[in-house]
């Protein structure tokens, strides 16, 4: 079953909210030249990707990521969170790219770009969205998009049934051009270096290849730190390859 709108019951009162930047969500720009704002790239990556200096595996069954999920796992020396960020950028633009050729509108805003390509991005659909409810189905957000419903495709994704905090965010931003989060690329840059030097302190890395990844990254990422009981022999491994300016 397609719907057309979200049910009574999950509309979204928006007049009742104060729009936060009016210009990113009124303003059209023509679709040839629109691209994700950094505020947006920031909320997307903030709020669902963590950073790992070493390769990892998110599942037992999956092969290994490193990074933000993106590059070559099997890098000698690691991944700086910047090199790790140029990765992960690399994909999102090429997505973009995808989305931009495929949304059949001449113009739209930046709030109302942003938050179709955070959902084309995270889940790899646009047009359609399976529902919150029992009731199953999904909803034609596309339709409503043809139609310059704003409010109920907005509604519509608020509603979504896949990671529905994510798709509150995401309609947050399409009708309020509100982009606040407590979390910021930053603060994931933060986590991923405590979390390198919690796992390798605990004894948490054994194999010898992921430790010396971690190793090497480490001193990489913070200007010429060691981790905790790293051996001297590595540590003059280490600054002979990567020797301090």
Do not use: C
């Not at 998110?58 to 960020?85: C, K, L, Q, R, V």
């Not at 730190?225 to 491994?237: A, D, E, H, V, W």
């Amino acid at each position: 079953m397609i719907y057309k709108t979200a049910p009574t019951t999950q509309r979204i009162q928006w007049e009742s909210f104060r729009v936060v930047d009016d210009f990113k969500v009124n303003l059209n720009v023509g679709i040839r030249v629109i691209q994700t704002s950094d505020e947006m790239i920031e909320l997307i990556l903030a709020n669902n990707f963590k950073y790992r200096m070493s390769r990892y595996k998110a599942n037992e069954d999956d092969g290994f990521n490193i990074g933000y999920g993106y590059g070559n796992s099997d890098m000698p020396y690691g991944m700086t969170e910047e090199e790790a960020y140029d990765e992960w950028i690399k994909e999102f633009k090429k997505k973009e790219d995808q989305l931009v050729r495929q949304l059949p509108l001449d113009f739209i805003s930046q709030a109302r770009f942003d938050s179709i390509m955070s959902l084309y991005f995270l889940t790899g659909k646009w047009r359609t969205m399976p529902t919150n409810s029992i009731r199953g189905g999904s909803y034609d957000i596309l339709g409503a998009i043809k139609a310059g419903q704003w409010e109920a495709v907005a509604d519509m994704i608020s509603d979504g049934g896949i990671d529905r905090r994510q798709r509150q965010i995401e309609a947050k931003v399409m009708m309020l051009g509100d982009y606040s989060s407590v979390k910021t690329r930053n603060s994931t840059r933060l986590e991923g270096i405590q979390y390198a030097r919690s796992q390798y302190s605990s004894g948490f890395i054994t194999d010898s290849f992921t430790k010396k990844q971690t190793e090497f990254a480490y001193y990489r990422q913070t200007g010429g730190g060691y981790l905790p009981n790293t051996t001297m022999n590595r540590k003059m491994q280490i600054k002979k390859i990567f020797p301090l300016r």
